[in-house]
């Protein structure tokens, strides 16, 4: 709770919130498993295809309901992003696109609940950690990033065949000159590792940020005075509001990112 902060120290009580909740045998480290993580963003994947299917069972061709023509609206915002991006088959980009923007809007929009509600009602059933933000998880966003780099390099493949992408790599962007094939092939390899990174970084970094931000409110709110309470209060309300706009720019970011880089892999070089 915000008294935690009076209680402890400010230093304790954000760490105390930075703790993962993971098993004793893998707890700390990158290769560890967190389960509030992992619990939350597949709740929130959950209930988002349950929100997207009863939706569609109940759309009508007439005047849709507020419900429907909102997923409406963010279905053709998606794939009008697809679209300019990529020229091909869209029918499994789009939805992946739709996908991809809806969960991590979600998972970011976790950041606007209050600091210690999900610890507190955790708490009462004996979890001591619990973080709500899987997007401000390095572990989550990588995982994310990886799995696109996945399909990057299967889209590669397939757009290419196997002979045409190997040749690419080795040959491309300094020509075929046979010296100059290390080159080729270690540039190549770099480009590849960049995409995952700069994709699980930009939004692991802008999430832990702004959650960090919010702790850091929530210490004024216990810190025992009535005038840092009320700025608390105030301060809270702001970043909370601008917050709004980081979530849903970093969950269009990574979205655009996602469609750029598998569209890059059907070109040819």
Sequence with gaps: MASEAQQGGLTEYIQHHLTHLSPHVSAGGFWSVHLDSLAVS?????????????????????VPGKTQAFIELVVEFVDGQVKDVFHGDRRFLAPLA??????????NAM?????????????????????AVPTADVNMTFAMSLTVLVLVIFYSFKAKGVGGYLHELFTA??????LLWPFNFALNLVELAAKPVSLAMRLFGNMYAGELVFML??????????ALFGLGVIGYTAW????????SIQAFIFMVLTVVYISMAHDHH
């Design 240 to 247: 909370g509001i601008f917050h709004i706009l980081i979530i």
């Design 173 to 178: 962007p300094f020509g075929a000159f046979p």
């Design 111 to 131: 950041d606007l609940l209050p600091v210690d509600l999900l610890p507190w009602i955790l708490g009462k059933f004996g979890v001591g950690h619990f973080r």
């Design 42 to 62: 597949l709740v929130l994947g959950v209930l988002f295809v349950l929100w997207f299917w009863a939706t569609a069972r109940k759309a009508t061709a007439g």
């Design 98 to 107: 739709l996908t991809v923007f809806v969960w991590v809007f979600l998972m």
């Design 217 to 226: 409110i929530a210490g004024l709110l216990g810190a025992g005075s009535w």
